[in-house]
């Protein structure tokens, strides 16, 4: 059973940093790839960052030079560092893992609340 625990949400005002972690347990040795997606209020899901087990990567437009998403792959874990903080990026952010080369994967975090404001 795979599981993703996710941490190092809240509240920050605009312009500063946060960063995501995300821990998966129970998946073997078979992650292709691990991801972070965010839902807004009244928005779909959409991808944030996405990394593979070998380190390629890709991100949204929106967040290209602001996030930077890295993986332990011996503790299974992704991180997300998101710098520059913009109101618009407020969302529930959710961990995703892939057991190939789909997207996104079948498996789901419970979410953690980023919320950018003032």
């Known amino acids: 059973q795979v599981q993703l625990v996710e941490s190092g949400g809240g509240l920050v005002q605009p312009g500063r940093s946060l960063r995501l972690s995300c821990a998966a347990s129970?998946?073997?040795?078979?992650?292709?790839?691990m991801g972070w997606y965010r839902q807004a209020p009244g928005k779909q899901r959409e991808l944030v960052a996405r990394?593979?087990?070998?380190?390629?990567?890709n991100y949204a437009n929106s967040v290209k030079g602001r996030f930077t998403i890295s993986r332990d792959n011996a503790k299974n874990t992704v991180y997300l560092q998101m710098n520059s903080l913009k109101p618009e990026d407020t969302a529930v952010y959710y961990c995703?893992?892939?057991?190939?080369?789909?997207?996104?994967?079948?498996?789901w975090g419970q979410g953690t609340q980023v919320t950018v404001s003032s």
């Open positions: 990394i593979t087990s070998v380190g390629g990567t």
């Open positions: 995703n893992l892939a057991k190939g080369p789909w997207a996104p994967g079948n498996y």
């Open positions: 129970g998946s073997g040795s078979s992650i292709y790839a």
